[in-house]
């Protein structure tokens, strides 16, 4: 998608404080931190959001999912972090690119 903020950073085309990438998924610092640590583990490929994923790739969505565990290994929060994605402008979402929020930290867990 050509003016999405998202796949400009996948495409190296806008700068990102990158923390892990493989090749479904690009992890990176959320600009406006909402924890200590606010990772957004970003797919490659656009999607809008979740209801956009392909049900017939069933193991895409694994491999999302275990990389966002390898994610908050890698950043060493794996102890307690939560995982957090909107899907569409009701529920919050302003980037329309399918991301989920990894955050974790002691101001922001309980
Ligand atoms: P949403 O509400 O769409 O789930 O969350 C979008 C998130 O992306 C927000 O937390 C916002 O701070 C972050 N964000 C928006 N634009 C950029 C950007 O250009 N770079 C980075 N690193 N984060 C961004
Ligand atoms: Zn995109």
Redo the contacts with the bound molecule.
């Keep these: 998608m050509d003016n999405c903020?998202?796949c400009?950073?996948v495409r190296a085309e806008?700068?990102?404080?990158i923390v892990y990438e493989n090749e479904d998924l690009l992890a990176?610092?959320?600009?406006?931190?909402?924890a200590p640590t606010?990772v957004?583990v970003v797919t490659k490929k656009h999607f809008q959001h979740l209801d956009e994923l392909p049900a017939h790739d069933l193991q895409l969505a694994g491999r999302i999912l275990l990389s966002i565990k390898e994610v908050a290994q890698k950043l060493g929060v794996a102890g307690g972090y939560k995982v957090?994605?909107?899907c569409g402008e009701a529920?919050?979402?302003?980037?329309?690119?399918l991301?989920f929020?990894l955050l974790a930290g002691k101001k922001f867990l309980p």
């Design positions: 903020i998202f400009k950073i806008a700068p990102a404080d990176f610092r959320d600009i406006n931190p909402q606010h957004l957090l994605t909107n529920a919050g979402q302003v980037v329309p690119h991301h929020h």
